[in-house]
């Protein structure tokens, strides 16, 4: 790949921030603080949607969390079909098993309830319902779907992913062991509650994880290059609160205030990176939980701070002003300087929070087509501070893994 290559890059990036304002873009109705979840039959009753699909999984199921929403439903007369069987990185067979329940069962809408694989697989059942005609591969990539889904509401029980907010829906194809995304304005839910309650037994390393997926698209949301105020400031302010509370709620899971502004955090970081896109970090993270079913928020996680080191010169700005602007390094430092001591920063919090520095679970022969895949995801799409070639992508693959010492 030569200059040309990131000319056009550059070039398909500049059309969709000209058209960007011009997008059907929407937030989803907003339901927010401790027993929020409460409220979900105001969303649904004045719509006169009488039959839902609760979309969740076992774990949930297991926590009693499922009963809990259903139970809300059914005292507002409202019949939930619970299908629990959503897993990790929610594949193409999961998507349609639910889609098969939503027609047989005459359902009306989608509740989502879960992490972002619950949420996902709705929004991939969403999909399907729009376009009936065309299966989930083919909806795969930009702007596919175009067409109104049933009415959707959200409700994340970790604080990460934010795809209470987005257009994305993440898909993995168990066959070939690959994770894509589906990108359309249609996928961001109708509907969010965000509860801090349903998030308090979380585990340590759950919060940990989620807590740096949320801070990952807040950053490779600020350090990108189609940015709105808008974005900037949603990027800005899940940064602080994450900064603030992460830890600390990783130390105390009961601290409630702490899950609420982490569950805050999470949707702002989400409306960031809807807009404004992640960057390479994603597409790396996406090829590793396809391949290995390495956890998202882990995989980011243990990428980020080598990816932002990498970029060097081309992202310091914009990363120094982020983290000057939320309060994490001193507003006087030169930006390289608080651009390095962020990323301290990052390998500091993982470790605190037992975060591994490496993931070998990296095999040197799939190198090759891991690399093909996270360039095939970023580039030309990404609006990443500076484009990365194969030697650059393999590069990052081994020292993410551990063989090569940055």
Known sequence: ?????????????????????????????????????????????????????????????????????????????????????TVPNPTIDTIEAALRRYITEGCQALIALGGGSAIDCAKGVGARIARPKKKIPQLRGLLKIRKKLPFFVAIPTTAGTGSEATIAAVITNAETHEKFTILDHSLIPHGAILDPLLTLGLPPSITATTGMDALTHAVEAFIGRSNTRETEAAAIEATRLIHEHLLKVYRNGQDVEGRERLLRASYLAGKAFTRAYVGYVHAIAHTLGGMYGIAHGLANAVILPYVLEYFGKAAENRLALLVQKAGIVAPSLPPEEGARQFIQYIRKLNKEMNIPEHLPQIQEEHIPLLVQRAL???????????????????????????????
């Open 1 to 85: 790949m030569g200059w040309w290559y990131t000319v056009y890059c550059r070039l398909y990036q500049g059309v969709f921030r000209v058209v960007s304002p011009f997008l059907p873009w929407r937030e989803p109705e907003l339901y927010e603080g401790p027993a929020s979840v409460q409220r979900l039959p105001e969303i649904l009753e004045p719509r006169r949607i009488r039959r839902v699909l609760l979309v969740t999984d076992r774990g949930i199921v297991q926590a009693g969390l499922a009963q809990k929403v259903a139970g809300i439903l059914e005292e507002a007369e409202i019949v939930p079909i619970i299908f629990d069987e």
């Open 376 to 406: 095939a995801e970023a580039n030309p799409l990404y609006p990443v501070p500076r484009i990365f070639d194969v030697d650059d992508m393999t590069y990052l693959y081994r020292v993410i893994q551990g063989t090569i010492t940055p």
